[in-house]
Nanobody, 118 residues
């Protein structure tokens, strides 16, 4: 499984960005997909997840501003980020979790930088 994240960049506060994560392999439709972010010197933290049944979960800090979605036909995960704040500046990673032969598996993309200036 390979995950390729894209769409990061630099925006001013209040602006929007849309992240994409293209997944290879046949597991996309069964995986719980997610976006995480990491600040310098900090541990990676949850931003949002979406299950194969389209249930979503968001960090409190992004509720109402970010929207996670998936297109199983395109094997692609999205994160629409609106009303961005300087505190959203981080490296964003996409993640895939699924079970194969009874074993939980966890894959990460390479990360994409998001920078929000005030």
């Amino acid at each position: 499984v390979q995950l390729q994240a894209s769409g990061g960049g630099s925006v001013q506060a209040g602006g929007s960005l849309r992240l994409s994560c293209a997944a290879s392999g046949s597991i996309f439709s069964i995986a719980t997909m997610g976006w995480y972010r990491q600040y310098p010197g900090k541990q990676r933290e949850l931003v949002a997840t979406i299950t194969s049944g389209l249930s979503t979960n968001y960090a409190d800090s992004v509720k109402g501003r970010f929207a996670i979605s998936r297109d199983n036909a395109k094997n692609t995960l999205y994160l629409q980020m609106n009303d961005l704040e300087p505190e959203d500046t981080a490296i964003y990673y996409c993640n895939a979790k699924f079970v194969r032969n009874g074993l939980p598996l966890n894959y990460w993309g390479q990360g994409t930088q998001v920078t929000v200036s005030s």
